[in-house]
Structures are given as structure tokens and as C-alpha cells.
């Protein structure tokens, strides 16, 4: 499949560390894919689901100790422990490659590796690049053919000679929790994952490449690797206009990515176009602008909660050719089913673990049927509103990024940065009260700055100072940057704002706000909409001006406590944060008074 050296001798090197039985190289032939579901399907490691109800579905279980990412057993592996800062696990390179080393000893023994060459971003692609996973799973196989571009054509954009492609070394092992390791060796192109089979652990191409390896490079390479989703808005004219988005978990992201506008609005004509749900790929193109890929191909996405009403695209997406993971059968008719899909659990049900129960006692009894981290891995092709620019080799011109949180009080519904460097600051110090649904305190504040904690493979100092110099070189080209809040609540803690599709309300400022046709006012925090050019036309039972002006107030009391909240939380970075963020900071302490 191919004559490039760098490849042959790295494989060959993995091959005599894991010794598999045979090595099989994945060319992504519809032929080749069907027989790896048939094995699946034949040893119990797959599920075939109804295939009139649900063509092309499988349903896949993993070990109850093994249901969501190990942030506590990710490592950030650089030369220097300060290069991976103080928000990442770090371990010295040769240190890991020696304490992993025996455990990858002859892993794959009695077992298949699978060589998988796969492309982020679209092939040929000049913002795409290459990785080539090695792994003992079919289930990682058939993961990654639908989150990639995966498959011998992954090959054209490394050509023969190349070096530049990322090296993942993946072995499920024996599902060993307290040997369980995802590393990143940013300064080697390298990811090494053992004993876990969960996805967002093992999809090397996913978090571990596309953000943790990809924003390191992006630092080195002038571009940049974010936990945006892209989408664009277009206007009654035929007019477009793409926004990049961040939002920490829980805060309706996917649900924004796939927004259906509400019925006035799509009375007039507007539609929403998904490019991407959760990663961006952006660099400068060659008239100046920011443009973005989504470097991914599917959608990998929490399946509780998802319904007709929540998300009814991210729904209709699953409905074919699908992986299930964790979450429950109902055996009347192998279909799937997860809290909140509906009000009616199967009664004939068997819940995440395996065990066949009455959906409904179950329920009932407190019990969960799907697992609350469980999965769907579902192709982007399958959306009604995915892009006619998705496969877009040169990707889409950025006008606007948007950040934002859950706040109970503080935050506004929305407000603009005042520049670049501003909006770097919001970015830097965006936040989530904590809910009744996360572990501990509720309405403790947790900083997620650009939702990049987790992913960022490298010194946060350094990755907000690559933020401010990607503004000097985008100029006035830059996207504008702006804060949104659709979590503000009433004194009895019930939201304000209807959220969903209502959000298009806001977005529709935000891309008036770029094109230079709405005005703005100045607060001490940034620009903010006069509250009557909020268009809510449709929802006046609900919302009025009056509501506006209080989504939009900004309570100087609170504002202060946040200083203090911000001030405590840089001082992490020692002398690597930027100047201009402590300029930031001081600017909003005065305007504060």
C-alpha cells in the first residue's frame, strides 16, 4: 500500500514489540470492511442491531471499568516538564517509553494488528494531515472509518518520502485498569494508548491527535488545532457566513452545531449548515482570512439526552450505518434505546452492562439503561443539514468565533470583545458553574479556557501567546470574537433564556454584528446588542424586552468577584502568560471601577 521507508520501519518496529500473529493493513475497500464486521458479529465483539430498522448498525459493550476518557492516566510526554505546563500530567519521554514498553511486550500476541492509514481533513487537503494507527481492535477499525478519511487514499497526501505523519500505537491488552495509559510524545509525532477499548481513548485520530498533537504542531507551524465546531448561517440572500464555536462540556454545543432556526426564521429563508460539531483545523488562506476545516468525518457524540426535540439532526444522523456504544437493546426488536430518546424504556431491554431487565422497573428503581457516557459514532454524511462544504479541501472563511459557559448570574447573554486581544482574554478565562449532574459542589467555578483543558498538548502560557500572535498575523482580517450565555436564571434557578433553536436569536446578532449592520453598547465587560435588536418575534409569550435587559445586565458586584477568580487562576502560569492578558486583565479591573 505503500513505499514510504519512515512507515515500513515504524510498523515493523511495533510489530516485533506487540508480535501479533499476522498484520493486516487497512485499505479501506468496502469488501475488507464487511468481512471485519462479519468477525466481529461472529466472535461477540460487535452486535448486528435490526437492519431494516437500522441499516448498517452495530452495537458494540466495553468493560464497566473502561466507559469514558482517564484524564488522571494522560501524560503529555515532552523533553522539558515545563514545555507541558502546569494543566497537563507530564512524565519524561524516556521514562514513559520505558515503563510502556513491557507492557506493549508482546501484546498482540494470538491477535491481529491492524495498520490503519487514515487523513484528518479531506484528502489532498493542504490543511489535512496523516496519522497511521496500529491496533488489536475491529472495533477501532470500524470506528475510524467513520470518523476519517481512512484508507490507502490516506496515503496521497504523505507521498513516499514524508516523515510528517502521526504515529499511534494502540493495544486493548487485557482492559487493565491500573495499567491503563493514553500518552502523547508531542516532540515524536506520537501517541501511545494500552488496556482500554473505550473510543475517546483509543480513536488515536480523535482528541489525542486532532487537538492534544495537532495544537502542538499548530504552535510550530503557524496555524491551529480547537474545540470549536464550525457552522454556517445562511441569510434569506443566499449570503454565508461561518462562526467557530467553544463551549466546556455540557453547555449544548452539538446541539448548537446542528441548530434548526425557529419557524420565523426559516419562514424567511434561513438555514444553518453544519461543518463541524466539536474540532476545527484553522489557518490563514491566501487572501489573509482564517479558514477552517473540520478535520474529522463523523460525529462521535453522547447519546443520552439526544432526542427528536434536543437535537433532532445528531438523531437522524444515527439512523444508519452507526456504532452504538454502551448504551441499551430492546430485544423485542434489536433496536436501541438511551434516557431521554423518549418517555417509553423497552420493557424486553438490555441495559449497557449486558444484564436483560424491565426497562420500565428499571428505570423506575433509579437504574440506568444506557451507560450516561455512552456513544453513538455516526458519519457526517448522514446529517440533513451537513454542509455542501464539508469536503472542501480549502475549507471555510472564519468571520466570528464564539466562546461560552454555563453562568447562573455573571455572564450576559451575549457580548463582543473589543479586539483580538481581548477576546483572547475571554477565551483564556471562560468558565461553567458545576450542576447537580457533576460530581461535588454545585455552582463551584470551573475555568476551561477555549474548553482546551483537557487537549491542550502543551504549556497553556505558550498556547494563549500563540492565540495573540495568530491575531497580529490575521490583522483586520481577524474573526471577531464574542461571549454567549444561554444558562442565565431566575431567582428560582429556572432559566431565563429558551435556548435550542431559540439561539438563532443570537447568532443572527452576531452575524449582523460582523457584517457592520447592528449597533452595539459599551459595557465594562465588552459590546453588547441594544436589548431591542434581540429578534423575538414569536416568543413573546415568554420573553419580552424587559427580559432582554436583564439576559443582558452585568452585575458590577459579580464582575468583581470574577477578577479575583481570574487573577487566582493565572497565576498558574507563572512567567509564561502573555503580557497582553495581564494588560487585559487590568483593563477590566478598571473599567470595573
Not at 464550525?230 to 440572500?237: T, V, W
Not at 479558514?291 to 439526544?306: C, R
Request: charged share 25%.
Amino acid at each position: 500500500m505503500t513505499k514510504n521507508q519512515n512507515v515500513l520501519k515504524w510498523v515493523d518496529e511495533c510489530a516485533a514489540l506487540t508480535k501479533p500473529d499476522k498484520i493486516v493493513w487497512i485499505d479501506g475497500s468496502e469488501e475488507q470492511l464487511k468481512a471485519l464486521r462479519d468477525e466481529a458479529i461472529s466472535t461477540g465483539e460487535m452486535i448486528e442491531l435490526n437492519q431494516e430498522k437500522l441499516p448498517g448498525c452495530l452495537y458494540h459493550r466495553t468493560a464497566e471499568n473502561d466507559v469514558a476518557r482517564v484524564e488522571d492516566r494522560t501524560f503529555i510526554c515532552t523533553k522539558n516538564k515545563e514545555d507541558a505546563g502546569p494543566t497537563n500530567n507530564w512524565s519524561d519521554p524516556k521514562d514513559m517509553y520505558a515503563k510502556l514498553s513491557p507492557l506493549f511486550d508482546g501484546a498482540m500476541k494470538g491477535r491481529t494488528m491492524y495498520v490503519i492509514p487514515y487523513s484528518m481533513g479531506p484528502i489532498g487537503s493542504p490543511l489535512a494531515k496523516v496519522g497511521i494507527e496500529l491496533t488489536d481492535s475491529i472495533y477501532v477499525v470500524l470506528n475510524m472509518d467513520i470518523m476519517t478519511r481512512m484508507g490507502e487514499d490516506a496515503f496521497k497526501n504523505l507521498g513516499d518520502t514524508s516523515n510528517d505523519f502521526v504515529r499511534g500505537l494502540h493495544s486493548k491488552a487485557n482492559v487493565d485498569p491500573e495499567n491503563r495509559y493514553i500518552v502523547h510524545f508531542p516532540e515524536d509525532n506520537t501517541i501511545w494508548s494500552i488496556n482500554s477499548a473505550y473510543g475517546g481513548n483509543v480513536l488515536l485520530g480523535k482528541k489525542c491527535f486532532a487537538l492534544r498533537i495537532a495544537s502542538f504542531q499548530g504552535k510550530n507551524e503557524g496555524w491551529m488545532a480547537e474545540h470549536m465546531l464550525i457552522l454556517g448561517i445562511e441569510k434569506p440572500n443566499g449570503e454565508t457566513t461561518y462562526v467557530s464555536a467553544a463551549f466546556p462540556s455540557a453547555c449544548g454545543k452539538t446541539n448548537l452545531a446542528m441548530l434548526i432556526p425557529p419557524e420565523g426564521y426559516r419562514n424567511k429563508g434561513y438555514k444553518v449548515w453544519t461543518v463541524g460539531d466539536d474540532i476545527a483545523w484553522l489557518k490563514p488562506g491566501a487572501d489573509g482570512r482564517l479558514y477552517a476545516i473540520n478535520p474529522e468525518n463523523g460525529f462521535f457524540g453522547v447519546a443520552p439526552g439526544t432526542n427528536e426535540k434536543s437535537n433532532f439532526n445528531a438523531l437522524e444522523s444515527t439512523k444508519k450505518n452507526t456504532i452504538f456504544t454502551n448504551v441499551a437493546i430492546n430485544k423485542d426488536d434489536m433496536t436501541v434505546w438511551w434516557e431521554s430518546l423518549d418517555k417509553n424504556p423497552p420493557v424486553n431491554a438490555i441495559e449497557w452492562k449486558g444484564a436483560e431487565v424491565n426497562g420500565p422497573d428499571y428505570v423506575a428503581n433509579g437504574g440506568k439503561l444506557a451507560h450516561p457516557n455512552s456513544r453513538f459514532t455516526a458519519p457526517a454524511i448522514n446529517c440533513p443539514c451537513v454542509s455542501a462544504e464539508f469536503n472542501n479541501p480549502a475549507g471555510v472563511p472564519i468571520s466570528a468565533m464564539i466562546f461560552g459557559g454555563r453562568r447562573a448570574k455573571t455572564a450576559p447573554l451575549v457580548y463582543q470583545a473589543r479586539d483580538w486581544n481581548h477576546g483572547v482574554f475571554i477565551g483564556s478565562t471562560m468558565a461553567s458553574e458545576t450542576t447537580a449532574a457533576a460530581a461535588g459542589a454545585v455552582g463551584v467555578v470551573r475555568r476551561d479556557p477555549m474548553a482546551m483543558l483537557p487537549f491542550c498538548g502543551y504549556h497553556m502560557g505558550d498556547y494563549f501567546k500563540h492565540w495573540i500572535e495568530m491575531g497580529e498575523k490575521l490583522g483586520d482580517k481577524a474573526p471577531k470574537i464574542f461571549h454567549v450565555n444561554w444558562f442565565r436564571t431566575d431567582d428560582n434557578g429556572k432559566f431565563i433564556w429558551p435556548g435550542f433553536g431559540d439561539n438563532m436569536r443570537v447568532l443572527d446578532w452576531i452575524i449582523e454584528r460582523v457584517a457592520g449592520n447592528a449597533d452595539a453598547v459599551e459595557t465594562p465587560i465588552g459590546y453588547e446588542p441594544k436589548p431591542e435588536d434581540i429578534n423575538i418575534n414569536g416568543i413573546e409569550d415568554e420573553i419580552n424586552v424587559d427580559i432582554i435587559k436583564e439576559l443582558l445586565s452585568v452585575d458590577i458586584d459579580l464582575w468583581k468577584e470574577e477578577v479575583k477568580g481570574i487573577h487566582e487562576f493565572y497565576s498558574k502560569f507563572g512567567d509564561r502568560l502573555p503580557a497582553e492578558l495581564k494588560e487585559q486583565l487590568d483593563i477590566l479591573e478598571k473599567k470595573l471601577g
